[in-house]
């Protein structure tokens, strides 16, 4: 078994850039017997190596771990970015609203604000407005229902317009 205060000494000077054979003969000349020397120093590789072994296997780990947050981070601007192109302003057809296609008891934009989905409700309201350009947006209550109503509004006078411009 090998002296650990040797085996300690010997990394140290080892990590200090000290060759091994000028190592031995320092040890030599401090009266350490050659089958110690040896011990020691073998001890010491061994002890080292572990140690880069466990650095690599942490660097390696490390690695891994950043592969996986890039990968990650590409995966949510992917979908933000797809997601954005989904969400166009253009017109969409819809089915125009007809008697049939409203509940009786609903006024055309109370239809409109039973909508989930922002285009469909925006869809709803420009069909509103096309079928009826005297729609007034002002008896709209709510707020966020009403700019959407206005909107549309905008759209189908601007589509008009360039109509009769063209």
Same mark, same amino acid.
């Given at each position: 078994?090998?002296?650990?205060?040797?085996?300690?000494?010997?990394?140290?000077?080892?990590?200090?850039?000290m060759?091994?054979?000028?190592?031995?003969?320092?040890?030599?000349?401090?009266?350490?017997?050659?089958?110690?020397?040896?011990?020691?120093?073998?001890?010491?590789?061994?002890? +080292? %190596?572990?140690?880069? @072994?466990?650095?690599?296997?942490?660097?390696?780990?490390?690695?891994?771990? #950043? =592969?996986?947050? $890039?990968?990650?981070?590409?995966?949510?601007?992917?979908?933000?970015?797809?997601?954005?192109?989904?969400?166009? +302003? %253009?017109?969409?057809? @819809?089915?125009?609203?007809?008697?049939?296609?409203?509940?009786?008891?609903? #006024? =055309?934009?109370? $239809?409109?604000?039973?909508?989930?989905?922002?285009?469909?409700k925006?869809?709803?309201?420009?069909?509103?407005?096309? %079928?009826?350009?005297?729609?007034?947006?002002?008896?709209?209550?709510?707020?966020?229902?009403?700019?959407?109503?206005?909107?549309?509004?905008?759209?189908?006078?601007?589509?008009?317009?360039?109509?009769?411009?063209?």
């Amino acid at each position: 078994m090998a002296n650990r205060q040797l085996v300690q000494y010997i990394k140290e000077q080892l990590n200090h850039k000290m060759s091994p054979e000028q190592l031995r003969n320092v040890l030599l000349q401090q009266g350490w017997a050659g089958p110690d020397i040896e011990a020691a120093m073998e001890a010491a590789r061994v002890e +080292t %190596q572990k140690g880069d @072994r466990r650095r690599h296997h942490t660097n390696h780990v490390g690695l891994a771990i #950043s =592969g996986i947050v $890039v990968l990650i981070l590409l995966a949510a601007i992917l979908i933000v970015v797809f997601n954005q192109e989904g969400t166009s +302003t %253009q017109h969409t057809p @819809r089915q125009p609203l007809t008697p049939e296609t409203t509940e009786p008891s609903l #006024s =055309g934009w109370e $239809v409109c604000s039973h909508e989930d989905d922002s285009m469909a409700k925006h869809n709803c309201y420009y069909d509103l407005n096309s %079928q009826n350009v005297q729609f007034d947006c002002d008896k709209i209550n709510d707020e966020t229902e009403r700019d959407y109503c206005y909107r549309a509004k905008e759209e189908v006078l601007l589509e008009r317009y360039q109509g009769v411009q063209a």
